[in-house]
């Protein structure tokens, strides 16, 4: 399974968006160099609040450019960095992959998936109603979450628009993305 990078963003401020770059250099064990939820421990917000000593496994954030055309259909306007992610992907599906895929990007850059971004209410503050598009039910009534994955840095290396993208799936039963 393979794909491409299509943007690469970052933020050193906390911002729901981050604007692209030329390139993201990731470091092993914190995640995007000089971004915000960098670090060993736990970043994002709302999680600090409940417990700081909580390892962060949401180091970088990957989306697939496929959602935007999805999303697009219901009139949403979105571009590579608006929702926050590290990395925006294309021609691998993120949401299939489980638990523990180690995925190769670029020349040396080795992050492992550890499950699915839980989108929250500031997608509805960037475009009202989206957060509905990003986050439903199936048919049996199971929560979906289409908002990208997250990942830990297991080897570092700078990555750029036009990478690709190797995914090695975990030897043993396959764990199903669930919310980090």
């Known amino acids: 399974m393979s794909g491409r990078v299509t943007a690469v963003s970052s933020n050193g401020e906390y911002s729901f968006t981050k604007p692209n770059r030329d390139s993201i250099r990731l470091l092993a064990g914190l995640g995007v ?3 915000v939820h ?4 736990v970043k994002h917000r709302s999680r600090v609040a409940q417990d700081p000593t909580q390892p962060n496994l949401r180091q ?3 989306m697939h450019e496929e959602l935007f055309a999805e999303v697009g259909e219901d009139g949403f306007e979105v571009a590579p960095g608006e929702l926050g992610e590290n990395i925006t992907t294309r021609g691998i599906d993120l949401l299939g992959l489980p638990v523990g895929t180690l995925l190769r990007i670029g020349d040396t850059a080795v992050v492992e998936v550890t499950g699915l971004r839980n989108p929250c209410i500031q997608i509805d503050n960037f475009q009202d109603g989206l957060l509905k ?3 439903g039910r ?5 929560v979906v ?3 990208g994955i997250m990942s830990v840095v297991r080897e570092g ?5 036009g ?5 090695e799936l975990p030897t043993g039963p396959h764990r199903p993305l669930d919310r980090v």
């Open 138 to 142: 199936d048919e049996a009534g199971n």
């Open 163 to 167: 990478d690709a993208i190797e995914a």
């Open 60 to 62: 970088v954030h990957l």
């Open 33 to 35: 160099e000089g971004d």
């Open 157 to 161: 290396g700078v990555v750029r628009p």
């Open 38 to 41: 960098a670090g060993v421990t």
């Open 133 to 135: 598009r990003v986050v």
């Open 145 to 147: 979450r289409k908002a």
